[in-house]
C-alpha cells in the first residue's frame, strides 16, 4: 500500500501541474471554503492496483486474490470482477458495504477436499470482525471483535479455471487499510439543525470513485439521515422532491445538479437550503459551487447562511492572573465575565463558555454550577454530586448528577429548568458535551459495569429550546473516561486510561477512532486552534498537541475552558 501511495502522490503533483495550466475556476457565486487538510478530492484509482487471476489457482486461492481485488475500485472494481463467473461479475454489488476485520493474518479459510473431475465447490472465509458500513455508508463499530463468516460458491469455467459463482455483496477490508481511507472514505453529508442556524454532518463512507460526487448527492436529495441522528435535524429536501437525473458529475469543481419539476414550487429560501447542503456535502470531492436546474433551466438558487462553529483559536483559561483569552503569555479579559470569576467567593473546578466567552457555565468545588453574563451571576443547579456543565449554542447550561444519568437538565437563560430525560440504563456518567451546532450530546456513561461514550440526536423547537434526546449511537468503549469534549463537528475528544497510560482517544462520529498518548496527570481537555485540534490541561500545565507531539503552551493554569465556538 506505502508504494501506491507513494505513485498516487506523484501522479497528483503531476495533475496539479496540469490543472495550474488549463483549469478555470468558477468566477461567479459565493465564496465556499476549499479541502481541508488531509481531506481527499474523491479520486482514488490511481491508488493500490491488484492482481487478477491466474491460471491455476485453486480455490482458497481465488477467494483470497478476490479479497485483496476488491480492494481497489478501480473500474467499478474491474480486477476483482476477473475471479467472478461471468453472471456473478454482474450481480455483485461491491459498494453495498464494507466488512471491516482485524488482518489477513487472522482469515481462515474452509475448503472441502475436491478432485480434479469436481466442477463445483465452496470456500467459508472466517474473520475477526470489528466495524461495519451498511449501504447507506453508515459505520457501525463493535466492542469487541466478533467471528464472522462470509460463504462463495465457487465453479469451473469452460477453460477449466476456477471462478466465484457467488459472492456476499459488499468487500472486506482491514481496519488499518479502512482507516488510511484509500478505498472507503467519509462523506459528511450535511443538514441543518431544528433551529436553520447551523449545518450538522451525518458522517458516511462511500467508495473513492470518480461517480462520489453522484453517490453524495443521490444520498442527500433521496435518503434520509442516520436513524439516531433524524430528531435532530432538518433537510430542505422534502415532499416530493427529487433528482431529474442521477449522475453529477463536477466540472472546473462547479457541479449541477438537476431535479424534477417538484421543486419548482420551492419558495427561494428552500431552494438556498438546498444548495448550501449540497455544497457543503459535495466539499469532500473538491466541488466549490452548485448550480441546481430544473429541466434544464437554472433555478438560480442563492446560499443560506449557516452559522461558523469554529473556536477562537487563544485558549480560554483561569489563572492566578485571571481570567481571559491567553496569547502571548498575556490575557485579554472578557467584559462582564473576568470581573466576575476573578472575584468568585468559591474555588472554581469547571468553565464552559459559549462564543467569544460572553456567556459561561462555571462549577465550584462544591459542585454547584452557576451562569456568569453581563457581569452578573446566578445559580443554576445546587444538586448533589454534578458534573462538570456543558453550554450549548442556544445559551442553555446543562447539569447532571454522576449517579443519575437520566436526570438532566437545561437550563435556559432566565434561570428556569427544562427536565430532559437522559439514559435510563446507565448508572453513572463521568462526563458530557453538546456539540457546537447543539443538534447532538455526547456522554460517556457507565452500563453493566463498561463505560462507554454515546452520542444521542438533541431535539428542539423552533426557538432553539431542548425538548428530548433520541435514542443513543453508542460510537466508542473506552474502558474509562475522565472527560469527553468535541474536538470539531465530527469528532470527540475521550481523555482517559489505557491501564497505567493516559490517552487520547479522537473518536470520529461515524468512523473509527485514532489513540495517542496523553501528557501524565491530564485532567480535562477542549478544543484547540485550526492548527493543534485539541489541548489537555494537568497539574496546571496547559499541552496543545502539535503533529504527533504534545508541547507546553503555559503553566499555572487553573482551569482549561471548553469553547463552544460559533
Known sequence: MRAGRIIRGAVVALALLGLTACASLPVTGDVRPGLAAGQNDGGSDLAFVPQGPSDGMDPKEIVRGFIDAASSPKDSWGIARQFLTSDEAQKWKPDAGVTVDTGSAERHYEVPDVTKEATATTVRLGLQQNASVDETGAYTGYPVNRAAELPFALAKNKNGQWRIS????GIVLDADSFAAADV???????????????????????PKRENTASRIVQSLVGGKPSPWLANGVRTAFTGDVALARSTVTPESQVAEVALNDAALSADPVT??????????SLSGVGVLQVKI??????????????APTTVDSRPLVLTDKGFGFLSGGELAPVPGVSA??????HPITAISAASGAQRVAVQSGDGVVYAVTDGKTDQIDGRGGLIAPTLDPFGYIWTVPAQAP??????????APRPIAGPQDAGQVTSFAVSRDGSRLAMAVVAGGQVRV?????????????TALGAPNVIAWPGTAVDVAWLDDTTVGVLGADGTNLVLREQEVGGPAKTIDAPDAAQSLAPGSPVSNVRVLGEGVLYQRSGPNWQQESSGVKVLAVQLGG
Not at 166 to 169: K, R, W
Not at 272 to 279: D, G, H, I, S, V
Not at 340 to 345: A, I, N, R, S
Not at 406 to 415: C, G, P
Open 166 to 169: 457467488s459472492a456476499p455483496d
Open 184 to 206: 472507503f472514505a467519509p462523506y459528511p453529508l450535511q443538514y441543518f439543525d431544528p433551529t436553520w442556524t447551523y449545518l450538522v454532518p451525518d458522517v458516511r463512507w462511500f
Open 271 to 280: 431552494l438556498a437550503r438546498m444548495r448550501t447542503q449540497l455544497e457543503r
Open 293 to 306: 436546474t430544473v429541466a434544464g433551466r437554472d433555478t438560480n438558487a442563492g446560499s443560506a447562511a449557516a
Open 340 to 345: 466576575q470569576l476573578e472575584g468568585f467567593p
Open 406 to 415: 437520566a436526570s438532566i437538565y437545561a437550563w435556559s437563560t432566565s434561570v
Open 454 to 466: 454515546e452520542v444521542f440526536a438533541v431535539s428542539r423547537d423552533d426557538r432553539g429550546a431542548p
